[in-house]
Nanobody, 121 residues
Framework: QVQLVESGGGLVQPGGSLRLSCAAS????????MGWYRQAPGKEREQVAV???????SYADSVKGRFTVSRDNAKNTVYLQMNSLKPEDTAVYYC???????????????WGQGTQVTVSS
């Protein structure tokens, strides 16, 4: 069994910063892609930022230049540094891991439980 556990959400004022972390646990050999998605009230879940095992990153246009995704492969952990936060960044942020190589085979598309980020004065 694989679990993704997120931390770091909370309430922050506009212009502030937060850092999200997501650690994957289980009998994991490697994870190909890890990243972050978010879902605001009344909206569909959208991709925020992803990073491959080799370090290639991709960002939503709305967060480019403000958010930075990174990972520690040895710890199976992905991070999201969020700077210059705006009210429109308010959402539940979900961690995702895809193509997880485990002792019992390849697993696809695992999700964390979500962490609330609220940007408000």
């Amino acid at each position: 069994q694989v679990q993704l556990v997120e931390s770091g959400g909370g309430l922050v004022q506009p212009g502030g910063s937060l850092r999200l972390s997501c650690a994957a646990s289980g009998s994991i050999y490697s994870i190909d892609v890890m990243g972050w998605y978010r879902q605001a009230p009344g909206k569909e879940r959208e991709q925020v930022a992803v990073v491959t095992r080799g370090g290639t990153t991709s960002y939503a246009d709305s967060v480019k230049g403000r958010f930075t995704v990174s990972r520690d492969n040895a710890k199976n952990t992905v991070y999201l540094q969020m700077n210059s936060l705006k009210p429109e960044d308010t959402a539940v942020y979900y961690c995702n891991a895809d193509k997880i190589v485990t002792s019992w085979g390849l697993l696809r598309d695992y999700w964390g439980q979500g962490t609330q980020v609220t940007v408000s004065s």
